[in-house]
């Protein structure tokens, strides 16, 4: 009975991972006496300068290598983690969530990885009743009729686009 129901959750939780995670990418972050990698592609496999994470990205086909946030003048850290020092690995198919945690033990056990994770799906909360304002002075704000977000309002924010 215990092996059913511990079966039951595995597979809740699975089933549940796949909508708030990519299925096809992980993110992992280098200690700060690691270089910046240097990223190249042979054979549609991404390479680095670091033969130990180039073994990883062969044995599990990662595509694209690249880092997680594209601007350079930042410097924000939190203790051991440096934005600038996560990488997003992209692999050339989806991966199972046993397979994903498999893969994300591998990137860790690596010394010079401080931390590697799925990367979460942000989803916008949609509303189920249109829109109405609480603002009394609304529909006097000339802004919201010349970038025309009624509509996007209206609609509750499905396909919403600001013209």
């Not at 708030?20 to 240097?38: A, E, G, K, M, V």
């Not at 006097?140 to 499905?158: A, S």
Request: overall charge negative.
């Amino acid at each position: 009975m215990i092996r059913l129901l511990l079966f039951i959750f595995l597979f809740y939780i699975s089933g549940q991972t796949a909508e708030d995670y990519f299925q096809d990418r992980i993110l992992f972050c280098l200690n700060d006496s690691q270089d910046t990698l240097n990223i190249s592609y042979k054979d549609n496999i991404a390479h680095t300068n670091n033969e130990y994470l180039n073994h990883l990205l062969s044995e599990f086909g990662i595509v694209h290598l690249s880092r997680w946030l594209k601007i350079n003048n930042y410097d924000l850290a939190d203790e051991e983690i440096n934005l600038r020092n996560i990488y997003r690995a992209i692999f050339n198919t989806d991966q199972s969530y046993e397979d994903l945690v498999d893969i994300i033990s591998k990137f860790r056990a690596l010394d010079i990885i401080v931390d590697a994770q799925l990367e979460e799906k942000y989803h916008l909360a949609s509303q189920t009743n249109p829109y109405y304002s609480n603002d009394t002075y609304y529909n006097d704000q000339w802004i919201i009729n010349k970038i025309m977000i009624t509509p996007c309002i209206d609609d509750t924010y499905k396909d919403c686009r600001v013209r």
